[in-house]
């Protein structure tokens, strides 16, 4: 864990703790208290966890239900998974499958997945028979039952769920009940862009302007509007 201290007008001084997981830096920005300490531990064995579990190529609950859905097995799966699915189904369908955490397999053939090795353009006949053979979240049913959630194939393909547009976006709202848990009341948490203004006092609830900077030119193309405890991602 990183910390920089940052000063400010109140009489306790802010401090930036960063956390290094799933390729980025975690930044969380908050007036420490006495139970700080054992916040952050809680948030690095969480995110050290969470890192296992939904990034599909190393042994975790994610690979153990893509391999599952591929052989055409059923499997119970954490709330926590249930939460993920539940809120990519709707997006997949929502953006008409635009936004497509099924895109694992082309990230594999594109080399990805790996930074290792090396990348190549695969060919486009390639990428068709990889296309037509993949499941999407519709092709999943999911069992939302409060005791045992699970996930079933409707049909027989391969799947290979990716997360990573939304897994950050999910860690940062786990981060942010960890911080309430243990009594604190105001900070940030950003993990590689993905935002959260967090608060419980009443006076600084209040609305904030996120500006979208333009990845071709220095300026701002449009600007998001969201609420204390909303995040961004």
């Not at 930036?16 to 799933?22: N, T």
């Not at 208290?33 to 531990?41: C, D, K, M, P, Y």
């Not at 699970?150 to 990716?162: A, E, F, N, T």
Request: hydrophobic letters at 40%; a negative charge.
């Amino acid at each position: 864990i990183a910390v920089i201290s940052i000063s400010c007008s109140n009489t306790t001084p802010l401090e930036l703790y960063r956390f290094y997981a799933m390729g980025t830096w975690i930044e969380i920005t908050l007036q420490p208290n006495e139970e700080s300490q054992l916040a952050l531990r809680e948030i690095e064995d969480f995110l050290y966890q969470y890192e296992k579990d939904f990034y599909p190529w190393v042994e975790g609950e994610l690979k153990e239900l893509n391999t599952s859905i591929t052989d055409s097995e059923t499997i119970f799966i954490s709330p926590l998974m249930l939460e993920l699915l539940e809120k990519s189904q709707f997006m997949f369908n929502a953006s008409e499958g635009r936004f497509d955490p099924s895109i694992g397999p082309l990230v594999e053939l594109w080399g990805f997945n790996n930074m290792m090795s090396q990348m190549t353009v695969p060919e486009d006949d390639d990428i068709q028979n990889l296309l037509s053979e993949r499941l999407t979240l519709n092709d999943i049913a999911v069992n939302k039952s409060i005791n045992a959630p699970s996930v079933q194939p409707i049909k027989r393909g391969i799947l290979l769920l990716d997360f990573g547009g939304i897994a950050k976006g999910q860690s940062i709202n786990e981060i942010r009940k960890i911080l309430l848990n243990f009594e604190h009341e105001n900070f940030v948490i950003n993990a590689g862009g993905d935002l959260l203004v967090g608060t419980t006092d009443p006076q600084y609830l209040q609305n904030y302007s996120i500006g979208i900077r333009s990845p071709r030119e220095e300026s701002i193309v449009f600007n998001i509007e969201i609420y204390s405890n909303e995040s961004v991602f």
